[in-house]
């Protein structure tokens, strides 16, 4: 038994949820996404607690401490060790039967494994006190140190775990993908639904792939050296240039625009290869596979240097041309995102649809997506942006297209699930966690921007000034409801059939 | 109108909105069409979908050019250059931030007179806000320790006691760091 499935099994409850009982030639394309697809849960049920103890925190008048440990903790959780292991999972499966490679060796444990010590790591810095919010907000890891707010200690085991995520993102993850598409061996047992490059269903996980190698280097080279010094390995001076606050931040936000940019893109992928095999009249063809390719490209090359609209706020010290840049470019994605939006409209309309809730699901992210992308466009113009960075429009916006993405891989793995683990899902509660994850989302997603055109703060711990109390009842209500979409979702995967002779693995396939 | 929508947080949600819920309704309705009242394939030619395709992009261009030709006197660059090429000469006053309040050369201006605030952070990332009495945001700006300064001017149009809050996460206080600036009717 391999040392993945060995994990899965030995899990309780979430093992039960994802275990691999399909076909046993399939297995080297199961076994590691099922492992990291059952971690991602986990860390979902972890930062949907945490995420509803926020808004409890600021109801109860509880201590500020416990409002920041929440939100470094929820943060840290939602966007690498779920989303993003949860993409690694299901699209390394996806990968893995597009091009018939196998998802095996050490690349993938390695992956597994440094994204899941990596985020304890950075738990348990967090509770030792370590409340920097997942953006790391550098210099404030060592501020915090000099004004007594947390140990060295806990900077040191915190750096580390960061440290275990970045390497899997910016390195294993996207080294596996390269590796799969352009080198390995194709095993035509493996091959579920063969694609090629050119498929729009494939480009975008290539796009993504380099991406993430490119534009998250250089945080790896300077988040390294910062390491080094905090172990004691070299003396400061070696790594000054790695210190400087402006050095840290552009080189964050350089890797962390393009993370989610690359996820995004990486998603639509998904969204052009999954739409098409539930389409009514049978055709499993988008309308047009050049006009979402078009798309894939514009969003592609618009995205890498729209990450300038991050700091239109330090103007003067962001030169007006970067900021007339950046706002240009995130419009530009706007029109990538507009190409899409018509692609997959069309292809519904010429085609007709099949609703089943895994093709419903990643339908319901897309539109939270695009819900998303209007926030993220207004807050990219420059104008604007004086108005809204820092208040809770950003913090929504980051929320929003984390929830969109998950939903987008949850409808793909429900695609997925009876190939990978040999099971097949209630169709009634697939549809009721659509409808309560739409619900809840939007409705979280328009409290925060509400609160965020009401001026209140991101990261703040007092709600109760200027009337803003009310906009945290209404993301407590609506996150309850994604609480419970999520709920019925893991029950459903926790009561899955086993797959009868005969039956198809999956309606679509 | 103007003034509302590119000066306010609330100008910026009712642009979000009529953008999202054209968008929401159209997209949700033609989905819930053809997956639940009529799946068949539409007859709708290539030609037909290519009149849509030249419509819709053209649309959301035009919408992008509008929006953001629209912004530009209201970017702070640009008010700013203006204000410093006016008659009346800009009051500066440096702004120090530092793990939790401010340090600030002056507290109190007078409506119609122009303000250059220069603003740095002594320790970690910090945020410059000014908010109206009424509770919108005027501008926010993002100090990072070791650049220089992030400067831009501003002028007043009505007396009240306006907030200073960080909008940057600075640590276990960063809720409490606040202050206040008074502005006061023109004297002459």
Redesign the interface.
């Known amino acids: 038994m391999s040392i993945a499935n060995s994990i899965v099994s030995s899990v309780p409850v979430f093992g039960r949820m994802f275990k691999v009982e399909s076909e046993p030639e399939l297995n080297d394309i199961n076994f590691w996404p099922a492992a990291m697809i059952m971690a991602s849960f986990l860390w979902l049920s972890v930062a949907v607690l945490l995420g509803i103890a926020l808004p409890l925190t600021q109801m109860l008048g509880l201590d500020?401490?416990l409002f920041?440990t929440a939100i470094t903790a929820h943060g840290a959780a939602m966007a690498f060790p779920y989303v993003f292991q949860l993409m690694m999972g299901v699209g390394l499966h996806r990968a893995g039967g597009c091009v018939g490679k196998p998802v095996t060796g050490w690349l993938p444990a390695a992956a597994f494994w440094l994204m899941n010590i990596g985020g304890i790591l950075f738990t348990i810095a967090i509770l030792m006190g370590l409340?920097i919010?997942y953006?790391v907000?550098?210099?404030?890891p060592v501020?915090?140190v000099?004004?007594g707010?947390w140990s060295m200690a806990s900077v040191i085991i915190g750096f580390t775990g960061i440290a275990g995520i970045l390497i899997t993102v910016i390195l294993l993850y996207p080294v596996q993908v390269i590796k799969m598409l352009f080198f390995d061996k194709e095993r035509e047992e493996l091959v579920l639904n063969r694609r090629k490059l050119s498929d729009p269903g494939m480009l975008g996980m290539a796009m993504a792939a380099f991406v993430l190698l490119i534009m998250g280097s250089p945080l790896l080279i300077v988040a390294s050296a910062v390491l080094l010094f905090l172990y004691g390995i070299v003396p400061f001076a070696w790594i000054a240039w790695a210190a400087?606050?402006?050095v840290f931040?552009f080189v964050f936000y350089i890797f962390a625009h393009n993370l989610m940019e690359a996820m995004a893109i990486m998603v639509v992928s998904a969204v052009y290869a999954t739409l098409p095999l539930y389409l009514?009249?049978g055709?499993r063809k988008l309308?047009s596979d050049k006009?979402a390719n078009l798309a894939l490209w514009i969003l592609l090359l618009t995205s890498v240097t729209s990450f300038f609209h991050h700091?239109f706020?330090?103007?003067?010290?962001l030169p007006?041309a970067l900021?007339y840049h950046g706002?240009?470019m995130s419009?530009g994605t706007?029109?990538g995102a507009?190409?899409t939006?018509?692609t997959v409209?069309?292809t519904?309309?010429?085609?007709?649809?099949?609703?089943e809730a895994g093709v419903?699901a990643v339908?319901m992210g897309f539109?939270l997506y695009?819900?998303d992308g209007?926030?993220a466009?207004?807050?990219s113009?420059?104008?604007?942006s004086?108005?809204?960075?820092?208040?809770m429009?950003q913090a929504g916006h980051t929320m929003a297209v984390l929830i969109a993405m998950s939903m987008m891989w949850m409808g793909v793995l429900l695609h997925h699930y009876p190939v990978i683990t040999g099971r097949v899902l209630d169709a009634a509660s697939g549809k009721w966690f659509v409808i309560l994850f739409t619900v809840g989302a939007m409705g979280v997603n328009w409290s925060f921007?509400?609160a965020?055109?009401?001026?209140m703060?991101?990261?703040?711990?007092?709600w109760d000034q200027?009337g803003w109390m009310v906009y945290g009842y209404l993301i407590l209500l609506f996150g309850l409801c994604l609480a419970l979409s999520l709920l019925i979702f893991l029950i459903n995967v926790s009561k899955a059939r086993r797959i009868d002779t005969g039956m198809a693995a999956s309606p679509a396939e | 109108m103007l003034e509302f929508i590119?000066?306010?947080?609330?100008?910026?949600?009712t642009?979000?909105l009529l953008?999202?819920i054209p968008?929401?309704l159209v997209?949700?309705t033609?989905?819930f069409r053809?997956?639940?009242v009529?799946?068949?394939?539409?007859g709708?030619t290539d030609a037909d979908?290519g009149k849509?395709?030249g419509r819709?992009?053209t649309l959301?261009?035009a919408l992008?050019l509008i929006?953001?030709l629209a912004?530009?006197k209201?970017?702070?660059?640009v008010y700013t250059a203006r204000a410093a090429a006016g008659d009346v000469a800009a009051i500066d006053v440096t702004v120090e931030a530092q793990?939790w309040s401010y340090d600030m050369s002056a507290y109190e201006f007078e409506v119609g007179k122009p303000v250059r605030f220069n603003a740095k952070s002594l320790?970690?990332?910090h945020?410059f806000?000014v908010?109206h009495p009424d509770?919108?945001?005027?501008?926010?700006?993002?100090?990072?320790?070791?650049?220089?300064?992030?400067?831009?001017i501003y002028t007043f149009t009505e007396p009240g006691t306006y907030k200073v809050?960080?909008?940057?996460?600075?640590?276990?206080?960063?809720?409490?760091m606040s202050d206040e600036i008074t502005v006061t009717e023109a004297s002459s």
């Open positions: 500020a401490s920041y409340k919010s953006a907000m550098y210099p404030l501020v915090g000099a004004t707010q400087d606050p402006m931040q009514a009249d055709t309308y006009m700091f706020t330090m103007f003067p010290a007006s900021s706002n240009i419009y706007g029109i507009a190409i939006i018509f409209t069309m519904i309309v010429k085609h007709g649809l099949r609703p419903m339908l539109t695009i819900l209007v926030s466009i207004i807050t113009n420059i104008a604007w004086f108005q809204l960075h820092g208040t429009w921007l509400a965020g055109a009401a001026g703060p991101r990261r703040f711990a007092s200027e | 590119y000066q306010s947080g609330w100008g910026a949600f642009v979000l953008f999202q968008f929401l997209f949700l033609i989905v053809k997956a639940y009529n799946s068949e394939p539409s709708i979908v849509w395709r819709w992009l959301v261009v992008f929006i953001n912004s530009i209201f970017i702070p660059a793990s320790d970690t990332v945020g806000a908010y509770g919108d945001v005027l501008f926010t700006m993002m100090l990072v320790p070791g650049v220089s300064e992030s400067s831009l809050r960080c909008l940057e996460y600075c640590g276990m206080a960063h809720h409490d």
